[in-house]
């Protein structure tokens, strides 16, 4: 006999699962790999970068979706920093993103633990790039990730800035002592009002440059540290002199400032850093124009520098639309008005199709004139970092911003980094 | 469905109507446990299931990608020597000894002012509740950021009274008073607990303790205090607990980096940077495991010592 809790029991279940059901199923266009105009794929997309890169890649995706009305392209970002540990959720819940912009210090995690698409096995045209950038790419012959630019270290600085001071226009060729004389003399004479810079010793690839310049490597091929405490002691006590002084930005400052870098918020009048970074810098320091010279060294012969590939495009492994995928990185490293909207903003564009067919102009020149006057003093780029590159890199600056707030000294930090660096390398096993 | 016990024995007689009772009483019951069925799913599936695992995971190596490899106790005899994890116990205790005890007393405070009758209570309670809902949020912890900057308007005011601190957000040996100040403003979910204990308390205590020349501040220690120690040990008991777990707003004002010189890696911040920044799991795990012990310790305390200065009315004491 039907009384009425039972029939409302029913009901209630019934709908339930319904609803249940219906969620289950997936919207249009996802029954194959491919879709049409009226029944487009859709790709997610992700990348860091300020609102400069973020305004560039929304036109790049714009024009992409005009020229494949079958493909749309769901595009977000975040800052550095944060990206990594989003990917890092994502993976671990089989959803990394279908395309996404790629750093080299995180390609050997990713790749090696099978996370990311072989690119070899898509269709990507490769031609028009320099055959000895696209091994830094690659692991163990498996295309991992295609570059999309390159980029090369450089001190930056504000000629406005040093003009009402009196100081001259560094030429770039400067030893560190110099470099750090130069840094001071900002401090002292703008009285406290501009810093000469940021402590360089907290940035890892300087640190790596030097270590070149001193013709020791990093890392050996093994995946053991290539250098020594004392090594590292030497380094940081490079600036020693200047921590508290006018010529390294206090590290609290830094940290009010935070995600914006002092350069691009007016408060130094130099920066050490990749050149691909002067378009982000001019959109956030409002600056007219900045200009690069060469990183200092004791060796005038020899100032370690190398093209490292700025940013790659990977693709993930579970991606569901591995053409849609493969075109749109085709797109964003080969297109020539590609190039022209980013102009140098991710780095010199590595395809050469790209490179020829965007006109530089102004600071883009700059960067594009930069990287061919170093020309003759590059070597070779360095592999893919070790697994759990990445950590060690943030751990170095973490340090050195302790160092630099008093909290710990030269040698403390420098144990702390080695302690982190050897239980690192002894879990990558 | 409480009821049908003692109808069933008087009724024992009638054996139809005992029948249709006890009947009544498992169609309840399965009707309740029906009822309950999504919340225990989701509570198995999503709460328990995934303790369990973390449990297992702490006892091993696992870095998201790899299958997780059994080291046994490694992970929890490393966390007693790394600097950084005995760092973040330092600032997380730190905050919950001085930021508990200044919430309360403030939730406390404000409520004995509210007691009274006074033109707009409602918009005041109203007022001082409106900050605990939001602020845990990522929202106000971007706003607090702001506000304690270098150009924030805290910095601006102090240095109008000739404070000058400059920033609290970059200066190590502020940013534990911001975060303080972050979770006293969040007074009001307490405070509106703490009324409604005051209110139960009955005025003829207190014209007693009048007439007997008792001041403000006996009545306060003899009368108000110990009536009110059942809410003030609730509220102590789940502020201090809620305190230990802050992470959002310490990631959003440290730039998920746990601060200038490591002074707002707080125990939990820690352990996600130990899981998704560097692919340690197992660990991140162990110190999840960690604190669900100390708390729990924490919590056992409480209540055995509750005893000695918690008062319920109809106790003998």
Redesign the interface.
Known sequence: MINRRHFLTTVAIGTASAAALSACGSGAGSSGQTGSADKPVTINYTWWGNDDRAERTRKAIALFESKNPDIKVNGNFTDFAGYWQKRATEAAGGGLPDVMQWDLSYLRDYGQRNQLLDLSTVKIDTSAFDKSLLPSGQIKGKTYGIPTSTNAFAVYYDPAKLAPLGIAEPDGTWTYKEFNDFLTQVGTKSNGALYGGTDYTGVWWMFNIWLRQNKIEAFTSDGKLGFSKDDLKKWWNLTANLRGTGAIIPEDRVTQLAPKSPFGSNATATEVTWDNFMAGYLGDSGAKELKLVPVPSDDPDNLGLFLKPSMLMVASAKTKFKDAAARFIDFMVNDPEVGQIFKTSRGVPASKTQRDGTTFEGTDKLVVDYEKSIEKYLKDAPEPPIVGFGTLESSFKRIASDLNYGKLTVDGATDAWFKEAEDLIKQNG | MTSSPTLSRRSASSAPVQLRKSKRNGADARAGYTFLLPWLLGFIALTVGPMISSLYLSFT?Y????PPKWIGLDNYTTLFQD?RFLQSVGVTVGYVVFGTPLKLAAALAVAMLLNSKRRGQGFYRSAFYAPSLIGASVSIAIVWKAMF??SGPVGQGLSFFGINL??W????AMTMPMFILLTVWQFGAPMVIFLAGLKQIPGELYEAASMDGAGPVRKFFNITWPMLSPVIFFNLLMETIHAFQIFASAYIIS???G????STLFYTLYL?LRG?????MGYASAMAWLLVVVVGIITLIFFRTSKSWVHYSGDSR
């Open positions: 190596n870095n998201l990608f790899e600097e900057g270098d400059g920033g957000v970059g200066n190590p730039n998920g980096e601060g200038p010189a490591g996600y998704f920044s560097d692919f340690r």
